[in-house]
């Protein structure tokens, strides 16, 4: 049996902030959104490439801080593209890692931490 890729579900609590953070800075699209009701909280998945992440505003599905790494075919692409946008918020680096690759660690509005990384090649 072979199992589909995660999709994990981070804890959002402002939607605005949100879409601002995943689509406008991380370059994610919104994909679908859900409510029970009008006034009630926003559950979506974004997702950009071959990743997909949920979102939600429900308190009960997970908590907030959660940790997400997503794998990236090149770090310093995306370190370039994040740094051309105006997020006043962060300003990431690379890391070179000690296990091999390079990393860029971000934390979105609500505590979720999110690093991008790209494996060593080998030579």
Not at 85 to 91: D, E, F, M
Request: proline share 7%; with cysteine.
């Amino acid at each position: 049996m072979n199992f589909g890729a995660p999709v994990p579900i981070l804890r959002i609590f402002d939607e605005q902030q949100a879409r601002a953070f995943y689509a406008g800075y991380l370059g994610f699209k919104v994909d679908w959104e859900h409510r029970f009701e009008p006034d009630f909280p926003l559950y979506m998945q974004v997702s950009r490439g071959a990743c997909r992440l949920h979102l939600t505003g429900h308190h009960g599905d997970c908590c907030p801080g959660g940790a997400v790494r997503i794998g990236c075919p090149d770090v310093n692409a995306l370190l370039a593209e994040l740094r051309s946008k105006n997020y006043k918020a962060l300003r990431p680096s690379a890391e070179q890692v000690p296990w091999g690759g390079s990393e860029i660690a971000l934390t979105d509005p609500f505590g979720n931490r999110i690093t991008f990384y790209s494996e060593r090649a080998d030579t």
